[in-house]
């Protein structure tokens, strides 16, 4: 059983460009939560989908950012025009219930955006 | 709001020692506590998960434990190894918040031979 895949594992952009980080879920796993860790900080929670809905994006910045995790395919964390603030690490995690079932998350590799 | 501490920041030690990871949350309505590490470019992984209604948790030579009331968790580590080398974070979820989870800034161990 494959752990949770990131796509790209590295990805640099110029500033005003999009950027699309993809996160596959471990096989039986319909909840998804990205987190964003910024340099010399703590992860923070962005996002959390289950198939076709966005439960809690309180974390997300209100523009630029958005999340989807369709019927089919990965989970997409887009960032339109983006800015050298947004050079981080972004990591996606998954769970085969709410976090409320006591399960421990399972942690991709991360992408690690940098913005030039 | 939650925030979780970590202390100390680093720590570098010679192999063999035992040594404890220190982590303290605001907020004692905790549904679990999780320890993970983190390599160096690489995820998280998950080493130790204590339920608000536990008091420790061991796994090897790891052993969590939790005191809820005070707000406090320690990792205690024995018998240091150079592989231990990696970032230790530790993460509460509140339970309210669907599997939210509030992360430390992580304490970075090295443990030299």
């Known amino acids: 059983n494959a752990g949770v895949m990131q796509n790209p594992r590295h990805l640099v952009r110029r500033r005003g460009q999009e950027a699309r980080l993809r996160c596959s879920p471990m096989?039986?796993?319909?909840?998804v939560y990205w987190y964003r860790q910024l340099p010399e900080e703590g992860l923070k929670f962005m996002v959390y989908?289950?198939?076709?809905?966005?439960?809690?994006e309180s974390g997300m910045p209100k523009e630029r950012f958005s999340a989807e995790f369709p019927k089919e395919g990965p989970s997409i964390l887009r960032i339109q025009q983006v800015v050298r603030g947004d050079s981080a690490a972004y990591f996606c995690a998954s769970s085969p219930r709410p976090g409320t079932g006591g399960d421990t998350q399972y942690f991709g590799p991360g992408t690690r955006l940098t913005v030039l | 709001k939650q925030e979780v501490t970590q202390i100390p920041a680093a720590l570098s030690v010679p192999e063999g020692e035992n040594l404890v990871l220190n982590c303290s949350f605001t907020?004692?309505?905790?549904?679990?506590l999780q320890w993970f590490r983190q390599d160096p470019g690489k995820g998280l992984t998950s080493l130790l998960l204590i339920q608000s209604s536990q008091r420790e948790q061991t796994s090897g030579r790891l052993n969590a434990s939790l005191d809820k009331s005070s707000g406090r968790s320690t990792l205690y580590i024995a018998a240091s190894q150079p592989g231990d080398s990696a970032t230790y974070l530790c993460?509460?979820?509140?339970?309210?918040?669907?599997?939210?989870?509030?992360f430390g800034r992580g304490t970075q161990l090295t443990v030299w031979p």
């Open positions: 993460a509460v979820d509140r339970g309210s918040t669907l599997g939210r989870l509030y």
């Open positions: 907020d004692s309505a905790i549904y679990n």
């Open positions: 096989k039986g796993h319909s909840h």
């Open positions: 989908l289950q198939k076709e809905n966005i439960i809690d």
